[in-house]
């Protein structure tokens, strides 16, 4: 049976039960109860502290909203479906309670303003949630540097060898995107945190409300100064998919680099069997699917992001029912972020680093092509005619399928005079690694800093 609506009273036909159906919202923005029961206690306290409801109704509201919570938590209560919404549950289940007090509660406000608000204390829980799954991932990051800080890689440009670097280097570097993801959140959340409630359908109220009161008590840093603004907005709903878009874009970016590590034509890395697949018909396959996995669940993340920049583009002020469309997509993306962290910090935790395999790479490409040129520079040729010497020198390695660091002295000599027996010792790659003692470079003692300011960005 479908249940009588709020907004009855101006209308002589029942809802189209399809019409009914396609208006309804309960049956995702259920997931908002407990930030819709906490607004709806702050409200009825406001109210009663005004002298606008008595304070016993008050408290027989307050008392039957905090049982309406309880049971819902227990699975004593379920949803009811016919309701419109999570706010018209709410209240229903509570006039049914306690009667006469319950219809009382929606007193100066609309649900134009109360959804406003459950969904900014819903993403305020959610995307704090979201930060500390980021710093679990950083720190696993991080940790993997130390014990990697030393073991020497090939870098890549254009995914072609490019310079000796350290493993620990590059994924750090991975530390240093993710940590900005926690500081793109942090802003959302200081831009986000002020209270829409009692901005009521767009214009305010008549009554002698206190707005910062109900936004102190709901944990907010202030309220919402236009009426308007506060029911029609939800920039910070996109500005937090946005942020979430930028955290899939470093963990897919991730991902590639793991399942290419992975592979049997780098073998970098080998995955825990506890993160990994096999294939139905191939015995030899392990398949690195968790990370093909969040690099897939990417683009819908990107896509939540654009449905709902879409979907504001357009709407004249204030709210209208196109944005209950909202929702949908940001929980999606809410949930898959927390489903992708949840899985890459212990994927990453229990990565095997295979490093024999890594400087054996690092030893062919002539990554260390770049320190010869600069040896040269350092005996007093300009840079760019060392770059052509060098690029002379690589040019007949490859004809002699040699590579610099065993091609012969006089290989050198008829290049240059200014080649010494000093030569071998300062293309080596440990060499060529330890003296990038720039800042941010990828000396062990640079990657040693770079640890020691992530984590204390963590501790912060």
């Known amino acids: 049976m479908t249940m009588e609506k709020m907004w009855a009273g101006r209308f002589a036909k029942a809802l189209d039960s399809k019409a009914d159906d396609f208006n309804s919202s309960i049956r995702f923005d259920c997931k908002m109860y407990k930030q819709d029961i906490k607004g709806s206690i702050a409200h009825a306290q406001m109210l009663a502290a005004r002298g606008i409801i008595s304070v016993e109704d008050k408290d027989v509201i307050v008392d039957g909203l905090c049982g309406i919570l309880e049971d819902l938590d227990s699975g004593a209560l379920e949803f009811d479906m016919s309701c419109e919404d999570i706010h018209m549950f709410v209240e229903s289940e509570l006039t049914k309670r306690v009667g006469d007090a319950g219809k009382r509660l929606h007193t100066a406000r609309s649900r134009n303003d109360q959804v406003a608000v459950d969904v900014r204390m819903y993403l305020r829980d959610e995307a704090n949630k979201i930060k500390e799954l980021l710093k679990t991932l950083v720190a696993d990051i991080t ?58 359908a767009l214009a305010g109220t008549t009554y002698d409300t206190d707005r910062r009161m109900e936004a102190q008590d ?46 049997w034509e780098f073998k970098f890395v080998e995955l825990d069997d506890s993160f990994t697949t096999g294939s139905s018909i191939m015995p ?147 060499t060529c690694v330890s003296k990038r003692i720039s800042e941010g470079g990828t000396s062990v003692s640079s990657v040693e800093a770079q640890i020691s300011y992530v984590r204390g960005e963590l501790e912060k």
């Not at 489903?339 to 990554?367: H, S, W």
């Open 143 to 200: 940790d993997q540097a130390e014990k990697n800080k030393a073991v020497i890689v090939p870098g890549y440009t254009h995914l072609q060898r490019a310079q000796p670097i350290t493993f620990g280097h590059h994924l750090m570097a991975y530390s240093m995107m993710l940590l900005r993801d926690i500081g793109r959140i942090d802003d959302a959340l200081a831009r986000m945190n002020y209270s829409p409630l009692g901005s009521c």
């Open 218 to 263: 709901l944990g907010f840093d202030g309220i919402t100064l236009n009426s308007i603004d506060g029911v029609s907005d939800r920039d910070f709903c996109i500005e937090f998919m946005s942020a979430f878009a930028t955290v899939m874009m470093h963990l897919s970016r991730f991902s590639e680099e793991i399942i290419l590590w992975s592979s």
């Open 284 to 430: 030899q396959k392990k398949n690195s699917d968790m990370a093909e996995l969040v690099r897939g669940k990417t683009g819908r993340v990107y896509g939540n992001l654009m449905a709902i920049l879409t979907l504001m583009k357009g709407l004249p002020l204030a709210y209208n029912k196109d944005m209950q469309e909202d929702k949908e997509a940001l929980f999606d993306s809410i949930e898959t972020v927390k489903m992708c962290l949840d899985i890459f910090a212990p994927m990453i935790r229990t990565m095997r680093v295979k490093a024999e395999n890594m400087y054996k790479a690092a030893q062919e490409g002539f990554i260390n092509a770049t320190d010869l040129a600069d040896y040269l520079v350092r005996k007093g040729m300009p840079f760019r005619s060392a770059y052509k010497i060098v690029g002379q020198i690589v040019a007949e390695c490859i004809e002699k399928k040699c590579v610099l660091d065993n091609l012969p002295m006089e290989a050198y000599l008829a290049r240059s005079e200014l080649f010494e027996d000093d030569l071998y010792d300062e293309i080596s790659l440990e």
